[in-house]
């Protein structure tokens, strides 16, 4: 395969490319436009043309510099071999593969795909979606071998799109759907997922039935489809092994891939937890769990979701803390159809006393709350406050008090701990711990100093390193 003809050089040394706001010549789909997506398709040979690439709304060269455009690409796919449990795992191939193209950043999957084009790849040449399109097709036959024909439609015109991505949406909801229907103790295989390890090399997904991918795109059923087809590739099997502990997920068998896939960084994953040994996020996570302290419950915030959460911080901020690899109890990465699984959290609602995971769930943007709300219990449904109800941490507690949500109940536990707890300290006149002090360090940030509160946490660090930042000068 070669892609001399390109304007631009190809290949898997790109991927992990930034391409920032004043690098970018356009940014296709992404949070600020509303109807995006990508998505594979198999068919039938006879209706693939095969290597075409269409084009329905402006090409590259039509396009503003500095301006976003909705994006939607549909690959059409043909193969003896192929069946449609395969589509998923192709269609997050399209992440992988427009970002072996150098100048082209691509983010996220399905309905939050989000790309960039820079304007070096530009000036250099790479001006039209046919170009894209061809190496879409020559990667994936030659990177899936047994993808026969291959065609590509691109789709930028906001009209245009609609019903494409309708259809999209419909796709998409009818593999979440036939998740639904399975759960972890029903299957003797779980999978695992190494397609992110050029962004975060350290993480490694399991995919369970309950535990769907948290990129969102790969359940259990499309990762068994893909492990059996190419046994060696990104998705592979993994046999649970022992259960070491049930209500958290652990297991043998899920401990010793992610040892040996994260080169031995970490060693332990409670599949069902955000508190204890939490599965590693990479980048690409629909959602983010997280943990509010102040009412001793969880929050969930997604991807599309771009105000503030209820802890004060958007999205964005709180992505930055959860992924590249690492295990971030209190954040963690999570797909939208887990938050539906009857395992979700699961240990941290039992460890709290409440009936499930899905009972530490106080806030969550409306738009989740609408997707995800006919499949949570009834008697907690209400309880769930949205940015329409609450838009603060002062007023969260007490909606969730009027409202009777059942983490109130854990309230004065916690309370009565913490007040025992300080009482220890005080009579052992032992050294107070961190996590409840406020601290000041003299002379930085200025004459005070500044006050670090740590309230409920856990802290695993080599080195705490504070350093003073001299400011600037000017030049004359
Ligand atoms: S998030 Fe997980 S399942 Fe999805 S592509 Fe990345 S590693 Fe694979």
Redesign the pocket.
């Known amino acids: 395969m070669s892609f001399s003809d390109m304007p631009v050089d190809v290949g898997p040394v790109y991927e992990g490319e930034r391409i920032r706001g004043n690098q970018m010549y356009v940014e296709l789909g992404g949070p600020k436009i509303k109807k995006h997506f990508e998505l594979v398709r198999v068919k039938s040979a006879k209706e693939i043309k095969d290597g075409d690439v269409r084009l329905i709304g402006p090409d590259l060269t039509d396009m503003e510099e500095g301006e976003r455009y909705p994006i939607g690409i549909l690959v059409e796919v043909a193969g003896p071999e192929l069946e449609e449990d395969l589509e998923a795992v192709f269609e997050?191939r399209v992440?992988?593969f427009c970002n072996f193209v150098n100048g082209i950043m691509h983010l996220n999957?399905r309905y939050t795909n989000w790309m960039r084009i820079s304007k070096s790849a530009f000036a250099k040449g790479l001006n039209n979606f046919e170009m894209l399109g061809t190496i879409l097709i020559r990667l994936y036959k030659a990177e899936l071998s047994i993808i026969k024909q291959a065609q590509v439609t691109f789709y930028t015109d906001a009209k245009e799109i609609e019903k494409p991505y309708e259809m999209a949406m419909q796709i998409y909801e009818k593999r979440d759907e036939r998740a639904r229907t399975i759960h972890d103790e029903d299957v003797d295989m779980f999978y695992?997922?190494?397609?992110?390890?050029s962004f975060?090399p350290t993480?490694?997904?399991c995919?369970t039935p309950d535990r769907t991918?948290?990129?969102?795109?790969?359940n259990w059923f499309d990762?068994r489809a893909a492990a059996k087809v190419d046994p060696k590739g990104?998705?592979f099997e993994v046999p649970p092994g022992e259960c070491l502990n049930e209500e958290a997920g652990e297991f043998t068998g899920v401990n010793q891939m992610i040892k040996k896939r994260s080169l031995g960084e970490i060693e332990r994953i409670y599949l069902y937890s955000g508190m204890e040994f939490p599965h590693t996020s990479?980048g690409?996570?629909e959602a983010i769990d997280f943990y509010i302290p102040e009412v001793n419950g969880h929050g969930i915030v997604d991807r599309n979701f771009d105000g503030v959460a209820i802890n004060g911080l958007p999205f964005s901020a709180m992505a930055n803390q959860t992924g590249g690899g690492k295990q971030m109890p209190g954040f963690n990465?999570v797909s939208i159809q887990y938050i539906v699984s009857p395992k979700y959290q699961s240990y941290d609602g039992l460890q709290m006393g409440l009936d499930g995971g899905i009972y530490t769930i106080v806030w969550m943007p409306k738009a989740v709350k609408d997707r995800v709300g006919e499949f949570l219990p009834e008697d907690l449904v209400n309880k769930i406050a949205t940015e329409e109800e609450v838009q603060d941490l002062n007023k969260l507690k007490d909606w969730l008090k009027e409202n009777n949500h059942p983490v109130v109940e854990t309230w004065a536990e916690l309370e009565a701990m913490e007040e025992e707890e300080e009482e220890e300290w005080e009579e052992a006149g032992a050294m107070v711990p961190m996590g409840t002090v406020g601290m000041t360090i003299p002379g930085i940030g200025g004459a005070g100093g500044f006050k670090v509160i740590l309230k409920n946490c856990k802290i695993h660090a080599e080195s705490i390193i504070i350093k003073k930042i001299e400011p600037k000068r000017r030049k004359k």
């Open positions: 997050r992440h992988e999957q695992g997922c190494v397609l992110c390890q975060a993480h490694a997904c995919i991918s948290l990129c969102g795109s790969i990762a990104p998705l990479c690409c996570f990465g």
